[in-house]
């Protein structure tokens, strides 16, 4: 009777064990997704930075004017790129707080965009990062301003 308590409890233990080992896919693929920095680039020379939870610089237009193209890039604590794709099932959206000032100008490529002045005033501009429709990142508000003079 003993030796199969024994032998229970030892097999209850091994089973306790197997049950928290993790593969570490799920891990991995949340280092593979972890944003540490959004830039929002023009030209190549990044005029939005966003890191730990601020945004610093803005995005300013003038009343009925696009935008130059602005890129978007998500980079790693390591400084890779994350790219954003179906292949590796990552979705990027936007959301723009004030639509009677700015409209979101959809490109080709889902990592550029432009925006067009509708009235004056601001807006917030603010990104979220799905991975198998959970989000994985929201970037900080970044502002959005149109004025009617140089």
């Not at 928290?20 to 972890?34: A, I, N, T």
């Not at 954003?84 to 990027?92: G, H």
């Not at 509708?118 to 799905?130: R, V």
Request: charged share 25%; glycine share 6%.
């Amino acid at each position: 009777m003993k030796r199969t308590l024994n032998t229970a409890a030892l097999c209850l233990a091994l089973l306790v064990f197997i049950a928290g080992c993790d593969s570490g896919s799920d891990s991995d693929d949340e280092q593979r997704f972890d944003v540490a920095q959004l830039l929002l680039e023009v030209d190549g020379t990044a005029v939005v930075t966003a890191d730990d939870g601020t945004a610093t610089g803005e995005l300013t237009m003038f009343l009925n004017a696009e935008t130059e193209l602005i890129q978007i890039r998500l980079l790693r604590a390591d400084g890779t790129e994350i790219e954003v794709s179906e292949a590796n099932e990552l979705v990027l959206r936007q959301s723009l707080d004030n639509a009677s000032v700015v409209t979101w100008l959809r490109q080709e490529d889902p990592m550029t965009f432009r925006l067009r002045g509708k009235g004056l005033g601001q807006a917030a501009l603010s990104f979220d990062l799905f991975y198998q429709d959970l989000r994985n990142y929201a970037s900080p508000p970044i502002t959005v301003r149109v004025t009617d003079t140089p």
